[in-house]
């Protein structure tokens, strides 16, 4: 449907590197049509397989309803912190001041105002003493050296693609081979620790963080076959 050269229409190399195949294609409603602009293979993209990404540019108008788009706008504090002592304690001082003065408020006042002021005091109270939830960005296991030994299994794979040999073969999968066992080292020694947080949760009768560790572990373990206990 849209003109391309070749390299970026085949989406399957075989293992000797000379037989292209266009095997994976995007499948759309028939309504949906007009509002797809492009579709392409990408050879560069590193997903250690023999198949090469497809992407499709799409463009659509979505509308999205007034809560919907309010509920994006909402914060999320670091509740964590309230388990440290100086930390729930300071929070408790700020709450406090900032309540004592809406006591000069008149009894008068319109009550979704009034609702407005003791609001924003809270999440002030809770910003100023708590912060902010920060959200995770990237595996805890995924750092400089992980990325290092992307950056060389990538380049091993371009390396093959444009002059496939045997010896390039063969190089690939010796870097493949490296990769796979550090990630597994990594995300071993990563869940040893996460087992024994949840142990030391459990001994100190911390539901809380127990319930969420317990959470994080099992989507961790729904990604691997590891065995770790």
Not at 131 to 159: C, V
Not at 185 to 214: P, V
Request: hydrophobic letters at 30%; glycine letters at 4%; aromatic letters at 8%.
């Amino acid at each position: 449907m849209f003109p391309h050269r070749n390299i970026h229409k085949y989406t399957r190399t075989s293992p000797d590197g000379k037989t292209h195949n266009q095997i994976d294609h995007i499948l759309i409603d028939r309504r949906w049509q007009s509002s797809v602009l492009d579709v392409r293979s990408f050879r560069g993209s590193d997903c250690d397989t023999d198949h090469h990404l497809v992407i499709a540019k799409v463009r659509e108008r979505l509308a999205v309803g007034k809560q919907a788009a309010q509920s994006f706008d909402r914060q999320r504090f670091n509740l964590r912190k309230l388990n440290e002592p100086e930390v729930r304690e300071q929070y408790q001082i700020e709450f406090t001041n900032r309540f004592t003065a809406l006591e000069n408020l008149s009894d008068d006042e319109d009550v979704d105002r009034s609702w407005e002021h003791i609001k924003e005091n809270i999440k002030t109270s809770a910003e100023e003493s708590l912060g902010l939830h920060e959200l995770k960005q990237n595996k805890p296991w995924f750092n400089e050296e992980y990325l290092r030994f992307l950056d060389q299994r990538k380049r091993a794979k371009m390396q093959w693609i444009q002059g496939p040999s045997q010896s390039m073969v063969d190089n690939l999968n010796n870097v493949r081979r490296e990769f796979n066992r550090h990630f597994r080292n990594k995300k071993k020694a990563y869940l040893r620790a996460k087992i024994e947080e949840l142990e030391t949760n459990s001994k100190i009768q911390n539901i809380r963080d127990l319930y969420r560790g317990i959470n994080d572990f099992m989507t961790l373990r729904r990604g691997t076959s590891l065995d770790v206990i």
